[in-house]
T-cell receptor
């Protein structure tokens, strides 16, 4: 069974700092990987999806990379803002449809 | 384009009572998922539908949980009878049937069992 780990569990940074969130998974045979953001009391918002044939995806200040061979993905956030404060979750899809989630990294950006 | 809709947003029940949650996916999304998210954890898949057929229900506690998706659109998840450990957020998501299976989530239903 796929195991997904996110470290650190919590991160606090000053506004304007660039930061990296980590996601690791145990089985490299994945179909795709998706990064989400979750605000308190809310559902999940899709940020980026990387297919297994891709190395990275970018959206605005966000860049996600995927290294299947090492079982790792990173989410890079440039020039962090207080509005980026949320929990960030990664989810791995080993075959079509089924996703396994990590426990998330809680990010606080201090003004 | 309307997102995934869920209701109710909050529900408080006593243990051994029953409860039902409703989900309406994004129009045209054939695949629908129900997840359970316990506080401090990532979502756990309970059941996955493709149209009105079940693709995966391996983690659904079938002695108390049931789900249906009539006509391949709306879906209902039911718990009967509820236990204290069922207190969680129940999330519904949908995706297109073909790849890359990007999932879109609804706002969730927060269930408290007392």
């Amino acid at each position: 069974k796929q195991e997904v780990t996110q470290i650190p569990a919590a991160l606090s940074v000053p506004e304007g700092e660039n930061l990296v969130l980590n996601c690791s998974f145990t089985d490299s045979a994945i179909y795709n990987l998706q990064w989400f953001r979750q605000d308190p009391g809310k559902g999940l918002t899709s940020l980026l999806l990387i297919q297994s044939s891709q190395r990275e995806q970018t959206s605005g200040r966000l860049n996600a990379s995927l290294d299947k061979s090492s079982g790792r993905s990173t989410l890079y956030i440039a020039a962090s803002q207080p509005g980026d404060s949320a929990t960030y979750l990664c989810a791995v899809n080993p075959d079509y449809g089924q996703f396994y989630f990590g426990t998330g990294t809680s990010l606080t950006v201090i003004p | 384009e309307a997102g995934v809709a869920q209701s109710p947003r909050y529900k408080i029940i006593e243990k051994r009572q029953s409860v039902a949650f409703w989900c309406n996916p994004i129009s045209g999304h054939a695949t629908l998922y129900w997840y359970q998210q316990i506080l401090g954890q990532g979502p756990k898949l309970l059941i996955q539908f493709q149209n009105n057929g079940v693709v995966d229900d391996s983690q659904l506690p079938k002695d108390r949980f049931s789900a249906e998706r009539l006509k391949g659109v709306d879906s209902t998840l039911k718990i009967q009878p509820a236990k204290l450990e069922d207190s969680a957020v129940y999330l519904c998501a949908s995706s297109l049937a073909g790849g890359p299976f990007e999932q879109y989530f609804g706002p969730g239903t927060r269930l408290t069992v007392t």
